[in-house]
């Protein structure tokens, strides 16, 4: 099965730089995605790792470890529509559906 | 975006009442999801569809039935509702390959059962 633990909740201050971590334990790894989801809204895609290094977006990164069972991502010169929630993902490979397990999510509120 | 849509969006039931709530795309992407969304839970998936007539059970998937007759519509029934369904649904369609796809969601309903 799949066990992945993020904080729950991570406040930081317009301008400024975040890292959310996310560990996992998988019984198989077939990727890992990041989504944010703002208040009351659906959850959007923000990355997906499958091999070990950073993924550079514009003012968003995300980095993986597959041998630590580790991603980060980190978000750059906060803005305040920054203040979402972001939910870890991972994509096992042993299935047929194209599954993810998802964490419960780290809720980041920026501050002015 | 996606063109994944959820009906109703919003809706209140008594106990005890079935419910159907429906999933419909326009992307043509194999794979579909229901999950649902409750405070300190993040996202539980429910069913998932790999094809027209071929579903399975997710994590959460008592009380709870799909269907699929159609690429484009995926309906989730709740045959008789009760209060601890009560909860935030969201529909998620991915493909073609399923690993490695990015998931994209529809806009959610939001359901009361009193």
């Known amino acids: 099965g799949q066990n992945i633990d993020q904080p729950t909740e991570m406040t930081a201050t317009e301008g400024a730089i975040v890292q959310i971590n996310c560990t996992y334990q998988t019984s198989g790894f077939n990727g890992l995605f990041w989504y944010q989801q703002h208040a009351g809204e659906a959850p959007t895609f923000l990355s997906y790792?499958?091999?070990?290094g950073l993924e550079e977006k514009g003012r968003f990164s995300s980095f993986l470890s597959r041998s630590k069972g580790y991603s980060y991502l980190l978000l750059k010169e906060l803005q305040m529509k920054d203040s979402a929630s972001y939910l870890c993902?991972?994509?096992?490979?042993?299935?047929?559906?194209?599954?993810?397990?998802f964490g419960d999510g780290t809720t980041l509120t920026v501050k002015p | 975006d996606a063109g994944i849509t959820q009906s109703p969006r919003h809706k209140v039931t008594e106990t005890g009442t079935p419910v159907t709530l429906r999933c419909h795309q326009t992307?043509?992407?194999?794979?579909m999801y229901w999950y649902r969304q409750d405070p300190g839970h993040g996202l539980r998936l429910i069913h998932y569809s790999y094809g027209v007539k071929d579903t399975d059970k997710g994590e959460v998937s008592d009380g709870y039935s799909v269907s699929r007759s159609k690429t484009e519509d995926f309906l989730l029934t709740l045959e008789s509702a009760t209060s601890s369904q009560t909860s935030v649904y969201f529909c998620?369609?991915?493909?073609?390959?399923?690993?490695?796809?990015?998931?994209?969601f529809g806009p959610g309903t939001r359901l009361t059962v009193l």
């Open positions: 993902a991972v994509h096992p490979s042993n299935t047929n559906a194209g599954k993810s397990t």
């Open positions: 998620a369609i991915a493909g073609p390959q399923g690993q490695g796809d990015t998931q994209y």
């Open positions: 790792n499958v091999l070990d």
């Open positions: 992307e043509n992407h194999r794979y």
